[in-house]
């Protein structure tokens, strides 16, 4: 079954702890935490601060931080100590290869799971020296930085390619970030989907109502 991924940066930052109970209540416990550091997307959003916060007050959750920054590399230990599960970093951030597969051994041994997050505009081919390393592919569905955005339709071919990349790492999740609506979830999930970075799709709606249609799509 398809997960839903929670996107925290869009809700209310002063109440997030009714956000993250609703979540639980409705048995989601995947929560997305953008992290910006206004050069690599010229935004800015949270910090491994709120990540700490978090896995304090809920130990059972698990926090995929979603990293666009400049040089990841430089800060694998200090999210570590956050609590974070999953470091997930952009292609674009880290594009020669030696230094890439060095920063996927050091995720490892940092107790951690490595997500690779492809761009728009990034071929799905890039990853395959790293496939096997990797435990999520993550992709863009929109403009890198900016919610609230409508799903780019050629995100749909780009799933089922990362899909075809499962036969090299069948434990291979393909995760999709942006664009998740009423009138798109289905067809990610068709496409293949294992993972929804959700925000609009459950911004004042009820949860668990949400999460039932995740559900029943097959």
Not at 60 to 78: F, R
Not at 91 to 115: F, H, R
Not at 128 to 134: A, D, H, S, Y
Request: glycine share 4%; proline share 2%; charged share 25%.
């Amino acid at each position: 079954m398809t997960k839903l991924n929670i996107s925290l940066h869009i809700f209310d930052l002063t109440n997030l702890t009714k956000t993250i109970e609703a979540a639980l209540a409705a048995k989601i416990n995947y929560f997305h935490i953008d992290i910006m550091d206004g050069k690599f997307v010229k935004n800015f959003a949270l910090c491994q601060r709120h990540i700490f916060d978090i896995k304090q007050k809920y130990d059972n959750v698990i926090i995929d931080a979603h990293l666009m920054i400049e040089e990841p590399q430089n800060y694998v230990t200090e999210f570590a100590k956050s609590g974070k599960d999953i470091f997930n970093f952009h292609y674009k951030a880290v594009q020669d290869g030696v230094k890439l597969k060095q920063l996927l051994a050091e995720i490892k041994n940092n107790g951690m799971q490595a997500a690779l997050m492809l761009d728009l505009d990034t071929d799905i081919d890039v990853i395959k020296p790293f496939v096997t390393e990797l435990d999520i592919v993550a992709l863009m569905s929109i403009k890198t930085g900016f919610p609230g955005q409508n799903m780019n339709k050629d995100v749909i071919n780009r799933i089922k390619a990362a899909c075809e990349l499962k036969k090299l790492n069948p434990n291979l999740l393909v995760e999709v970030d942006g664009g998740v609506r009423e009138d798109t979830y289905k067809e990610m999930i068709l496409a293949g989907a294992d993972i929804l970075v959700v925000g609009h799709f459950l911004l004042n709606q009820d949860f668990q109502t949400q999460f039932d249609k995740i559900k029943v799509v097959k």
